[in-house]
């Protein structure tokens, strides 16, 4: 029972390089979302999916695109990637079902030096 | 729009200590009230929830009842324990409303 996975785990990358993160739930949720985790900043949400083929945007869009070609995986892209994108960046997938709960991934820690 | 508060932290206590962090919201209608733990180096973990008002939810020793008069949400524990150290998130779905919305987190640290 893998859940939500997300890949990879850390990554560091220099400004101005591009990078793709995946994310990948095995429990059939209609939807996902990207967020990313900053020290005393909680969770902010960058980019949502509510199906495959939608996207749409969070509090932190800029900066980020991302992709759901397939109901169970959800991608993260940074294009240019700056200082101020480093951060811990998780995945999560939920149910339709209004009670149900927010599964998440382990993390991604990336670093743009 | 909806909204959390949760206690600021750090919150550090002794181990066997009675541990509270409160939680109150804002939203229209019913939401389902939800709080969930992040260990170290890991990602956020269902604790508990709770679905309508007056239910209690419960898991690990902990528990948290869904107050609709006072708009809280407050989670509680007996006697913490050194491996209960996390940061906690209180956060609310509303009905028919795709995304979750969070607390900012209250870290636990708790001594031996």
């Known amino acids: 029972n893998a859940g939500v996975t997300q890949t990879p785990k850390f990554r560091v990358l220099k400004t101005g390089q591009s990078m793709t993160l995946l994310c990948a739930q095995d429990m059939n949720h209609e939807y996902m979302y990207w967020y990313r985790q900053d020290p005393g900043m909680g969770l902010r949400l960058i980019h949502y999916?509510?199906?495959?083929?939608?996207?749409a945007k969070g509090e932190v869009p800029d900066g980020y695109n991302v992709s759901r070609l397939k109901k169970q995986n959800f991608l993260l892209g940074l294009e240019s990637a700056a200082p101020s994108q480093t951060s811990v960046y998780f995945c999560?997938?939920?149910?339709?079902?209004?009670?149900?709960?927010?599964?998440f991934g382990n993390g991604t820690r990336l670093t743009v030096t | 729009g909806d909204s959390v508060t949760q206690m600021e932290g750090p919150v550090t206590l002794s181990e066997e200590a009675f541990l509270t962090i409160n939680c109150t919201y804002t939203?229209?209608?019913?939401?389902?009230l939800f709080w969930y733990v992040q260990y170290p180096g890991e990602g956020l973990q269902l604790l508990l929830k709770a679905t309508k008002a007056d239910d209690k939810g419960s898991n690990k020793g902990f528990e948290a009842t869904y107050r609709k008069e006072t708009t809280s949400f407050h989670l509680e524990k007996g006697s913490v324990q050194v491996s209960d150290s996390a940061v906690y998130f209180c956060a609310l779905r509303r009905f028919g409303n795709e995304k979750l919305t969070f607390g900012t987190g209250t870290r636990l640290t708790i001594i031996p």
């Open positions: 999560a997938s939920i149910s339709s079902r209004d009670s149900s709960p927010l599964h």
């Open positions: 939203a229209t209608g019913y939401p389902s």
């Open positions: 999916s509510v199906g495959e083929g939608t996207t």
